[in-house]
């Protein structure tokens, strides 16, 4: 624990926040007895950065100067809250690049309490079905947007896993992964399917489930109505063709029987 003027940070190991792209997310630091802590000198720091600050409060007053500008505009203290011994730090707008770890540290003290964030994105996955014979389709399921890299699993029916060959993952210029599978299955009547995208560290699942012979039977549908309509406007525009050269031949004879 830090002691300061008989008073003493929450002891305890360094606390785990998660959140998610786009979040707003508080950053827990509490003296161990609620005092008011206005007129206290507090920084809110990480050390793997430079500079160091996040946020630095001087005697009742937000000292912003050498703010790391990767913060700027994304940081605040409560007055209020301070006033009780809370110190914690509101962050907004939640980057992947503020993932790491933060201490709330009063100077001239040896010790500090730290936080530790960790930032990730998520989507939900998109499954599509194609025939590669009349007993079986190949089932792809891809998910973009994710971050850390996540696992891809399929389930049947009844929830259980199923075997299937390793994901493709590809990493973005956004540091972002996109992660795709495929799985070989028999056409069955009713035959259903999920698949789960999960990352454990960010303890975050999505999933989306598939009938398969639905799916595909849509699919073939509007593969059809696809090549139904490219039909009836190819007839179409013959039909003009001919009838646009028809008027322009007798236009033309037209014109030679008044000669």
Not at 94 to 107: A, E, K
Request: proline letters at 5%.
């Amino acid at each position: 624990m830090i002691v300061h003027n008989n008073q003493s940070f929450v002891g305890g190991p360094p606390s785990l926040i998660v959140a998610l792209v786009g979040d707003d997310i508080i950053l827990p630091c509490h003296l161990e007895l609620a005092a008011d802590a206005v007129s206290m000198i507090l920084e809110w720091g990480r050390p793997d950065l430079k500079p160091r600050f996040v946020h630095v409060w001087n005697q009742g007053q937000n000292l912003l100067d050498n703010q790391n500008p990767s913060y700027k505009g994304r940081t605040s203290l409560s007055t209020d809250k301070l006033k009780h011994g809370d110190l914690s730090l509101k962050l907004s707008k939640v980057r992947l690049s503020d993932s790491g770890t933060y201490r709330c540290f009063i100077p001239r003290q040896s010790k500090e309490y730290t936080v530790r964030l960790i930032v990730g994105s998520v989507s939900s996955p998109v499954i599509a079905g194609i025939n590669i014979s009349s007993t079986a389709v190949v089932l792809q399921c891809e998910s973009e947007g994710w971050y850390p890299e996540p696992e891809v699993s399929w389930l049947d029916g009844e929830g259980n896993l199923l075997s299937a060959g390793p994901p493709e993952t590809v990493r973005g210029p956004d540091d972002l992964y996109t992660v795709s599978s495929r799985m070989t299955v028999e056409k069955r009547p009713s035959n259903s399917f999920t698949c789960r995208v999960q990352q454990k560290n960010t303890n975050q699942t999505r999933e989306t489930e598939i009938d398969e012979c639905s799916e595909v039977s849509s699919s073939s549908a509007i593969r059809i109505s696809i090549t139904l309509a490219a039909v009836f406007i190819c007839t179409l525009a013959v039909v003009l063709i001919v009838w646009k050269w028809q008027q322009n031949k007798t236009s033309k004879s037209e014109m030679y029987s008044k000669m």
